[in-house]
């Protein structure tokens, strides 16, 4: 029995939740025997109907780890698998063999009580996954076992590709390590386009006013939360899609699934230095990876890309070819399937299915 620990999990929505949901999924498709054991659901929905158990816990942190801990116990599950080192602080004295992922962005306060924390939960674990190489760099002396798997997508909608002149795009929570700033400021210069950003954050009105200031707020669209129908009809319209991540303070991109979905639809990508988007974006294959704090190399990065249709098209089938080859549930679920039997072997014994 494979037991999923984890703080994320759908119906909310985010990228841990997205790949926690279809990691359990393909582990009971494989012929797993899974169960769930997650945080309450915090938007509202309803409990898909999942065709394995899914067991959730409210309330206070520590009376919720409490009771994880004891669900955990009564298990008797061959292998825990947990989202992040946090969920590690949930397992009881005794515990089987354990996978944990990590991210990179909640790696990065390692200092005072925290640091403590994370080096005693990471000696939990029997092996680590990191999401990218940077990840894995973040890892360095926290643990030896650190296996870099970058993460799958879902296959978004189908959607016509339906390219608009000069239409940007990006998608994502709208924070300042996004880099959603440095497009628009970008715009003054590329007199052809508009842009588009799909999702809600606190960096809203810091964004509208700056597209005011600049002299663009008729050619800077804020689509808001989108469904995945719309997601990917914005995607189908693209010509770039755009997220130049930098670092801001102790937040950064761990690796940056919507670069994959972009490529699903043969767009390439604008991406940040920072974090782990050399990992989702190779540069000069599909698309372009420039310094996100810095509004030249990003407006020069864009103009080059919007300029040069022939470039767009070599990096969009590049970056198409590579998502759907490389990054669907298919091609990175055998990477899984393998650390489950490594950490089968480090106890000696096998997993029940």
Not at 11 to 32: K, L, N, S, V, W
Not at 34 to 51: C, K, Q
Not at 167 to 195: C, N, Q, T
Not at 227 to 238: I, V
Request: aromatic residues 6%; positive net charge.
């Amino acid at each position: 029995m494979i037991a999923l620990l984890t703080q994320c999990f759908p119906p909310d929505r985010g990228g841990i939740e997205t790949t926690m949901g279809e990691m359990a999924m393909a582990f009971y498709q494989a012929g797993h025997r899974v169960v769930v054991l997650a945080d309450h659901i915090r938007g509202g929905m309803a409990e898909p109907d999942w065709p394995f158990a899914v067991r959730r816990f409210g309330g206070p942190r520590f009376w919720r780890r409490a009771r994880k801990a004891r669900a955990l116990a009564a298990l008797a599950a061959d292998v825990v698998w947990a989202d992040s080192w946090k969920s590690l602080e949930t397992l009881p004295a005794r515990a089987p063999r354990v996978v944990v992922m990590a991210h990179g962005n909640e790696l990065l306060r390692q200092s005072g009580g925290r640091g403590g924390r994370m080096a005693r939960a990471f000696a939990r674990a029997d092996i680590v996954v990191a999401n990218s190489r940077f990840t894995a760099g973040l890892l360095a002396g926290l643990h030896d076992a650190v296996v870099v798997v970058n993460p799958s997508i879902r296959p978004p909608l189908p959607a016509p590709r339906e390219p608009q002149p000069g239409h940007i795009v990006s998608l994502g929570r709208l924070e300042a390590r996004k880099g959603f700033d440095m497009v628009i400021r970008a715009l003054p210069s590329l007199p052809g386009a508009r842009y588009t950003m799909a999702g809600a954050g606190p960096d809203e009105a810091r964004l509208r006013a700056l597209a005011t200031q600049c002299g663009v707020a008729q050619r800077v669209a804020f689509a808001g939360s989108v469904d995945e129908a719309t997601k990917s009809a914005l995607l189908g319209q693209a010509e770039v899609f755009a997220m130049p991540v930098r670092r801001e303070g102790l937040s950064v991109e761990g690796f940056g699934l919507v670069y994959l979905e972009a490529a699903w639809f043969g767009v390439p990508s604008l991406a940040g230095l920072a974090g782990g988007a050399a990992d989702a974006v190779l540069q000069d294959e599909t698309g372009l990876l420039v310094d996100g704090s810095d509004a030249a190399e990003v407006r020069e990065g864009l103009a080059r890309l919007l300029a040069d249709p022939a470039l767009r098209e070599r990096m969009g089938a590049a970056a198409q070819l590579r998502a759907r080859r490389d990054f669907t549930w298919e091609a990175v679920l055998p990477a899984y399937l393998r650390l489950l039997e490594r950490s089968s072997a480090h106890n000696g014994s096998s997993i029940s299915s």
